[in-house]
């Protein structure tokens, strides 16, 4: 969340790069089962490049695209909840994706802090 943190004290951009990840996310999983693991993969290598374009560009990008695709599930009253399934889908997902490093490793930062996510 470096990037992010880094950003958003000053910039009002970086809530709008996360507004504009979910929607995407949304977008894409519309045309996949958002349980597919594998599709999951194929569509995060395939929209990564969306992601470096509209999303702060490579480094930012990457943890919004994350953050954004794994938080989308993520709930304050009852954290993911009945959609915990679909949460370790996306993070199953990014992570045998054939996406860069980077994203696979904030992938396992999200995991850190939600452990449930690799049950």
Same mark, same amino acid.
């Given at each position: 969340?470096?990037?992010?943190?880094?950003?958003?004290?000053?910039?009002?951009?970086?809530?709008?790069?996360?507004?504009?990840?979910?929607?995407?996310?949304?977008?894409?999983?519309?045309?996949?089962?958002? %349980?597919?693991?594998? $599709?999951?993969?194929?569509?995060? /290598?395939?929209?990564?490049? =969306? /992601?470096?374009?509209? %999303?702060?560009?490579?480094?930012?990008?990457?943890?919004?695209?994350? =953050?954004?695709?794994?938080?989308?599930?993520?709930?304050?009253?009852?954290? /993911?909840?009945?959609? !915990?399934?679909? $949460?370790?889908?996306?993070?199953?997902? !990014? !992570?045998?994706?054939? %996406?860069?490093?980077?994203?696979? $490793?904030?992938?396992?930062?999200?995991?850190? !802090?939600?452990?449930?996510?690799?049950?």
């Amino acid at each position: 969340m470096f990037h992010t943190l880094a950003r958003l004290v000053a910039h009002r951009a970086v809530m709008e790069c996360y507004q504009q990840a979910l929607g995407h996310w949304r977008e894409v999983l519309a045309e996949v089962d958002a %349980c597919d693991v594998e $599709a999951i993969a194929r569509v995060a /290598f395939a929209q990564q490049g =969306w /992601f470096e374009r509209h %999303c702060g560009g490579r480094g930012m990008e990457q943890e919004v695209m994350v =953050w954004a695709g794994i938080g989308q599930y993520f709930r304050e009253e009852d954290g /993911f909840g009945e959609r !915990l399934t679909q $949460a370790q889908a996306m993070y199953y997902g !990014l !992570l045998e994706s054939y %996406c860069s490093v980077e994203v696979r $490793a904030y992938a396992e930062d999200v995991a850190k !802090l939600f452990p449930i996510l690799m049950a």
